[in-house]
């Protein structure tokens, strides 16, 4: 079974402060992708990377995919109140088309 | 442009009594995706659907059934409802692989 494991789980920080959020796997994947969920409703796509080592920015959000596809990292810079929600990262491997989902980091932005 | 509609929003049901929850994806997009969101397990998937074909199955038991309509409208359907069966129900529809879009959900609480 392929796992993907997020650190931190919870994450409560101040308005301004910067932090990063990890996903790791021992499994190679094709892609992986970033999700914010907020209560009540449904993930949205952040990102998706699809090359060992590709960078994406969003704003303030910053997406690393690790060079051997098994890892990958979300840095927020000067968070703000409306980071607040669930992160969540997903992935698929090569010989399927399904999507599995991390265990997912709660965060929280106190102004 | 609609995003992907589900229906019903919240559901309470009685234990061994059987659901229906009802997907309408994105005008356009052929595959439906289910995903089971509890606090302890996170999104586990349950099925995927694409021009009325099941493609992919998780590991929930044959209770758990889905089925994709000509006009990729999808259902879900549990049977003898079990207290565990709690959680957000998921979907999510895309044009092409794994470029998801997903729902709100719908709220199943069994009693």
């Known amino acids: 079974t392929q796992l993907l494991e997020q650190s931190p789980q919870f994450l409560s920080i101040q308005e301004g402060e910067n932090l990063t959020v990890y996903c790791n796997s021992s499994?190679?994947?094709?892609?992986l992708q970033w999700y914010r969920q907020e209560p009540g409703e449904g993930p949205v796509l952040l990102v998706t990377?699809?090359?060992?080592?590709e960078v994406k920015k969003l704003k303030r959000l910053t997406f690393q995919f690790g060079d051997a596809r098994k890892d990958s990292s979300l840095h927020i810079t000067a968070a703000q109140p409306g980071d607040t929600g669930l992160y969540l990262c997903a992935a698929a491997s090569y010989n399927t088309d399904k999507l599995i989902f991390g265990t997912g980091t709660r965060l929280q932005v106190f102004p | 442009k609609a995003g992907v509609t589900q229906t019903p929003r919240y559901l309470i049901k009685t234990r061994g009594q059987q659901v229906t929850l009802s997907c309408s994806p994105i005008s356009g997009h052929r595959s439906v995706s289910w995903y089971q969101q509890t606090p302890g397990q996170g999104l586990q998937f349950l099925f995927e659907?694409?021009?009325?074909?099941?493609?992919n199955k998780g590991n929930f038991p044959g209770r758990f059934s889905g089925r994709q309509f000509s006009n990729s409208r999808s259902e879900m359907n549990v049977s003898t409802l079990e207290l565990g069966d709690s959680a957000l129900y998921l979907c999510?529809?895309?044009?092409?692989?794994?470029?998801?879009?997903f729902g709100s959900g719908t709220r199943l609480t069994v009693v």
């Open positions: 659907y694409f021009s009325e074909t099941q493609r």
């Open positions: 499994s190679v994947f094709s892609s």
């Open positions: 990377v699809v090359t060992g080592g």
């Open positions: 999510a529809s895309s044009r092409e692989t794994l470029n998801y879009t």
